[in-house]
């Protein structure tokens, strides 16, 4: 079985130009969620999607945003890009989100964003 | 409020020694950890779980211990390998609250030759 993809790897990009990331979910799996990663702040939650509804949402401007296909597959979008949203963008898939037992999420490689 | 932190940032051991990767939590509703590990240029891998109603679990090579007293949680790999190089997250989860993943900063894991 395929795992999580991610496209594009690598971006960059300059200060005010917008980004979409795309994530492609294990086969099957409905629920996908971003997640930020930066040396500074580690791993941040940034949102998480299923059946197409957001279900979740971390602390993270409004810049921020995403949406769900009716495949599963997601993207995320970063308006007016910051020096600060130099990140790798991680995507994880799970069967469905957790309630009361947690489903196992599984990740991709990430996209690596620079922005000069 | 919800934090995941982690004691050390680094660790270096000698191949085939024992490592212990720690990890203090401060969100007592959490009730499910899990330690991920992360090679470089790949997305973190699940390694190994544990629930709030336990206080160890064992897997091939690593056990998590749980101290629900003082909020701490720990990673302890056996006959450490070259191949266990990596960042180890601690993360937590309160399950039918928040329902989102809480991770620690991360230590990184060297093990020499």
């Known amino acids: 079985k395929a795992g999580v993809t991610q496209t594009p790897r690598y971006l960059i990009k300059t200060r005010g130009q917008q980004v979409t990331l795309s994530c492609s979910p294990i086969s099957g799996h409905r629920s996908v969620s971003w997640y930020q990663q930066t040396p500074g702040q580690g791993l941040q939650f940034l949102f998480e999607y299923f059946s197409e509804t957001q279900r979740n949402k971390g602390n993270f401007p409004g810049r921020f945003s995403g949406r769900q296909f009716s495949n599963s597959r997601s993207e995320m979008n970063v308006s007016t890009l910051e020096l600060g949203d130099s990140a790798l963008y991680l995507c994880?898939?799970?069967?469905?989100?957790?309630?009361?037992?947690?489903?196992?999420?599984?990740f991709g490689p990430g996209t690596r964003l620079t922005v000069l | 409020g919800e934090s995941v932190g982690l004691h050390l940032p680094t660790l270096s051991v000698q191949e085939g020694d024992n490592s212990i990767i720690n990890c203090a939590y401060s969100?007592?509703?959490?009730?499910?950890f899990i330690w991920y590990k992360q090679e470089s240029g790949k997305g973190p891998q699940f390694i190994i779980d544990?629930?709030?109603?336990?206080d160890k679990r064992q897997g091939q090579r690593v056990t998590v211990l749980l101290n629900k007293t003082v909020k701490h949680l720990s990673l302890q790999i056996a006959a450490t390998q070259p191949g266990d190089s990596a960042v180890y997250f601690c993360?937590?989860?309160?399950?039918?609250?928040?329902?989102?993943?809480?991770f620690g900063k991360g230590t990184k894991l060297t093990v020499n030759p």
């Open positions: 544990i629930r709030s109603n336990m």
């Open positions: 993360a937590e989860i309160a399950q039918g609250g928040s329902e989102k993943l809480v």
């Open positions: 994880a898939s799970s069967l469905a989100p957790s309630g009361t037992t947690y489903n196992e999420q599984f």
């Open positions: 969100n007592s509703a959490s009730d499910y």
